[in-house]
C-alpha cells in the first residue's frame, strides 16, 4: 500500500534489480500492484527484500484485500501548530532556543516518516524526494534556519497527503468498474425454488431470474421473458436495447422494464465485464512512449540537479567570495524544487484517465502505446461483413420472370431454400414467413451453384447465375437484369425448373445507419479509407460508393487481405489501422499498426487479441478513438511543460535571491497537483 509514486519505484527497481534470482519485474502505480519474476522458492528472499526498504507486501492472491492504514490526524495538527509559534516566536525576537525547540518538535511530529524514508533511500544510492526532503530540511537546521525548516516539512507532509488523494480518484476510475456487477444472484435450485445465492459461486448453465431495474450479475442468454436493457457499461450505447429469448445479456448492464429468465454462460471471473477490468489492468502495467521518455528523463535529471545544487553551494562561496550561508540556502531549496515527481506522475495518470474513459465509452485499449498511437493514423482499412455491414443478408427484389405466378413462385423457392443453410438461402427462407413450405424430395446441395429438389414430383432449382448458365437457360435479358442488380453490390439466386428461368431473388447485406457518418468522421479528421471484402469487385465497388469510402478491393482472400496491409505500411506516412471481426481478418488485424475489432462484448478471443475491442458494432466508435487519443497527447505534452516550467521559474527565482523553501515546496506539490488534475479532466463525460 505505500507504492503509490515513481520514488518508491526507483527504491524497488534498484534494490530487486540487483538480485540474482529476480529475473524481472512489472510495476503498476496505479493499483499499487509489483509482479515479480524470480527463481522457484525464492518468494520469502524477495518479500524480505521488499520489507528492508520500509514496505509492508501483500501477496495479491491472499483473501483478504489490503487495506490503508489510517494514520492519526493529531500529530500534524500539533507539527502546524508547533511550525507556526516557531515563525511568530522569530518574527517577535524570542530567544534562540525557544524557535530552534518549537521547530524540532514540529518535524519530529511529522517528518519521521519521511526522514526514514529518505535514509532508506539515501541507503540504496536513491536520490528520491524523501531523501532531497531531509537533506534540505536538516541544512536548513544546520545553518539556523529553524522556522523554515519546520514549516517546510509541515508543508511536504500536508502536501503528500493531498497527492494522495488526488492519485486515488484516478485509481478509482477502473475500480468503479469492479463495482459495476452486483454480488448477489437470484438462481433456481434444483427443487425448483428460487433463492439469492453470491454470484461467484453460480456455475454455468444456471438459470437466473432478473427483475425490472435490477443489475445482471453473470453473462447469460435468455431463455424466458424479454425486456430493454441498459448496456451501457459496457458497450458505451446511450439507448436500451431490447432483448428476447436467444439474445445475449452480459454482466453489469442494468434490466429496464421486464423480469426475464437467463441460463449463465460464464462464471464471475471470465464475464465479459471481468475480462475488460482485466484487459485494462493489464494496459495500466505497460509503460506508453511518452511515460518511457519521461521514466528514462527523470534518471538523468535527478543527479545532474544534485550536482548542480553541490556546485550552487561550494563554487561560489570558494571562487567568488559569496556567503557561505546564503549560498548553501539557494542550493537547499534547488534540492525541494528538483524532485521529479511532477514530471513522472503526470503520464500514467494521464493514460490511465484515457483508458477508463474509453472503456467508459465501449472502447477496450489494450495499453497506452496504442492509445498514443492513435492520433498518428492516416489510413483505416476495413472488412465489409460485419463491420460497414450487418453481416446478415436481407432479401431485396424479387423478379416474376416470364408469365409465371407470383405466390406460386414464392412458394417453390421457400421450399428449396428452408432445406439448406446457406446465408443467402436463409434470408430467401425468411422474407415471406406466411408462405407454406412444400416437402422436398430427393433433395441436393450442389456445391458452387445452389441447389435442386423435386417438388409434387417436378424438378427444381434454385442458384446462382453459373447454375442457370449451365441448364442452358440464360438469355441478353436475363444476363442484362442480373447485371443490373450485381452492379448494386446484390447476390442473385434464381428459381427455375426443366422449362426455364421462373424467378430471381437479390439479396444483400445492408449497410449500418452508423457506417455512412463514421466514414464522414474519418474523412474530416484527414484519414484516407479503403475497404477490404473477400465479396466479388462489384459488390465490394457498390458498398463502397454508397458509404463513401475511398478504395475498395474485392474478391480477396486473408492472405490477400494481409499483403494490401503490408503495401499500405510501406507507402503510407503514417500509421495504418485496420477493422474486422477479431477472427476471419486476424492476420491483417495483427500486422496493422492498429487492430480494431468489432462487436467484442462476449467474444473473448476479440478481447485477448485486438489492439482496440469496439464492445458494440458501432464503427463511429473509431473516431471517437482517433480523436480521444488527439487529446490525451496533447494533455500528455501540457503536462511535461506545466511540470518543467514551473521548475524552471522556480529555479530562476532561488537564483536571483528571491526563492525561499517553503516556496519550493510549494512549487513541486502544486505542480504534482496540477498534472494529475489535468490528466483528470480526460474522465469528464
Not at 199 to 221: H, N, T
Not at 542 to 569: C, F, S, Y
Request: glycine content about 8%; aromatic content about 6%.
Amino acid at each position: 500500500m505505500q507504492m503509490d509514486c515513481p520514488t518508491e519505484e526507483g527504491l524497488l527497481r534498484k534494490k530487486l534489480g540487483s538480485m540474482p534470482s529476480v529475473s524481472g519485474m512489472e510495476f503498476n502505480l496505479m493499483q499499487r500492484v509489483l509482479t515479480v519474476t524470480h527463481q522457484p522458492g525464492q518468494l520469502g528472499v524477495v518479500m524480505d527484500a521488499i520489507r528492508s526498504l520500509g514496505f509492508t507486501p501483500e501477496l495479491a492472491n491472499d483473501t483478504a484485500p489490503a487495506a490503508e492504514v489510517s494514520k492519526p490526524w493529531w500529530p500534524l495538527a500539533l507539527a502546524g501548530i508547533a511550525a507556526i509559534s516557531s515563525e511568530i516566536a522569530h518574527w517577535i525576537g524570542l530567544p534562540q532556543w525557544s524557535i530552534a525547540a518549537l521547530a524540532i518538535v514540529a518535524v519530529l511530529a511529522c517528518g519521521i516518516t519521511t526522514y526514514k524514508k529518505g535514509w532508506v533511500a539515501v541507503r540504496n544510492g536513491n536520490l528520491n524526494i524523501n531523501a532531497l526532503m531531509s537533506i534540505a530540511v536538516t541544512g536548513a537546521f544546520l545553518i539556523g534556519q529553524w522556522p523554515e525548516a519546520a514549516m517546510v516539512m509541515v508543508l511536504f507532509t500536508i502536501a503528500e497527503l493531498i497527492e494522495a488523494k488526488s492519485l486515488d480518484r484516478a485509481r478509482n476510475a477502473i475500480s468503479e468498474l469492479v463495482q459495476l456487477t452486483p454480488e448477489r444472484a437470484t438462481v433456481q435450485l434444483p427443487d425448483g425454488r428460487w433463492q439469492e445465492v453470491d454470484a461467484k459461486s453460480v456455475a454455468i448453465q444456471a438459470r437466473v431470474r432478473i427483475k425490472p431495474g435490477e443489475k445482471i450479475a453473470l453473462d447469460g442468454v435468455i431463455v424466458s421473458g424479454q425486456s430493454s436493457i441498459n448496456q451501457a457499461p459496457i458497450t458505451g450505447e446511450s439507448l436500451p436495447v431490447e432483448k428476447t429469448i436467444g439474445d445475449a445479456v452480459f454482466a453489469g448492464t442494468i434490466n429496464e422494464s421486464g423480469s426475464f429468465e437467463y441460463t449463465v454462460t460464464a462464471v464471475a471471473s471470465d464475464s465479459t465485464l471481468a475480462r475488460i477490468i482485466h484487459a485494462i489492468e493489464a494496459a495500466q502495467g505497460a509503460r506508453a512512449p511518452t511515460q518511457r521518455f519521461v521514466d528514462q528523463f527523470a534518471r538523468i535529471y535527478t543527479p545532474i540537479v544534485f550536482a548542480i545544487a553541490l556546485a550552487i553551494a561550494v563554487l561560489p562561496p570558494l571562487f567568488f567570495g559569496g556567503e557561505w550561508l546564503a549560498w548553501i540556502y539557494k542550493a537547499l531549496v534547488l534540492l525541494v524544487i528538483a524532485c521529479p515527481c511532477a514530471l513522472v506522475i503526470s503520464t500514467p495518470v494521464t493514460i490511465v484517465s484515457g483508458l477508463a474513459k474509453a472503456a467508459r465509452q465501449g472502447i477496450l485499449v489494450k495499453g497506452g502505446v496504442h492509445l498514443e498511437l492513435g492520433r498518428k493514423l492516416t489510413c483505416l482499412a476495413l472488412d465489409k461483413t460485419g463491420t460497414i455491414t450487418h453481416g446478415k443478408p436481407v432479401q431485396t427484389d424479387f423478379i416474376v420472370w416470364g408469365s409465371h405466378n407470383q405466390t406460386e413462385a414464392y412458394r417453390l423457392a421457400i421450399s428449396l431454400a428452408s432445406r439448406s443453410d446457406h446465408p443467402v438461402s436463409r434470408a430467401v427462407a425468411t422474407a415471406k414467413n406466411d408462405s407454406v413450405v412444400q416437402p422436398v424430395n430427393d433433395f441436393e446441395a450442389l456445391p458452387g451453384r445452389g441447389t435442386k429438389g423435386l417438388i409434387n414430383g417436378k424438378q427444381y432449382y434454385l442458384g446462382n447465375h453459373r447454375l442457370v448458365h449451365e441448364l442452358g437457360w440464360c438469355s441478353p435479358e436475363l444476363e442484362a437484369q442480373l447485371f443490373a442488380l450485381e452492379q448494386q453490390g446484390k447476390t442473385v439466386v434464381l428459381l427455375a425448373n426443366d422449362e426455364g428461368v421462373m424467378a430471381m431473388f437479390a439479396v444483400a447485406d445492408t449497410i449500418k445507419d452508423s457506417s455512412r457518418q463514421a466514414i464522414a468522421e474519418l474523412h474530416a479528421l484527414g484519414l484516407k479509407t479503403m475497404m477490404l471484402t473477400g465479396d466479388n469487385v462489384h459488390t465490394a465497388l457498390a458498398i463502397a460508393n454508397q458509404v463513401g469510402i475511398d478504395e475498395a478491393r474485392g474478391d480477396l482472400l486473408p492472405m490477400d487481405k494481409l499483403q494490401l496491409i503490408e503495401d499500405k505500411l510501406a507507402s503510407a506516412d503514417g500509421k495504418v489501422g485496420m477493422v474486422g471481426d477479431g477472427i476471419n481478418d486476424a492476420p491483417a488485424l495483427a500486422r496493422a499498426d492498429i487492430g480494431f475489432a468489432m462487436g467484442a462484448a462476449g467474444t473473448g478471443t476479440a478481447i485477448e487479441t485486438a489492439d482496440v475491442a469496439l464492445m458494440d458494432d458501432d464503427l463511429r466508435k473509431i473516431p471517437r478513438f482517433i480523436r480521444l487519443s488527439r487529446q490525451t497527447h496533447a494533455i500528455l505534452l501540457q503536462n511535461i511543460a506545466l511540470a518543467l516550467g514551473i521548475k524552471l521559474f522556480f529555479l530562476v527565482l532561488t537564483l536571483t535571491g528571491y526563492g525561499t523553501m517553503w516556496m519550493a515546496v510549494f512549487a513541486d506539490v502544486g505542480a504534482s497537483l496540477l498534472v494529475v488534475a489535468n490528466g483528470l479532466r480526460l474522465l469528464r463525460r
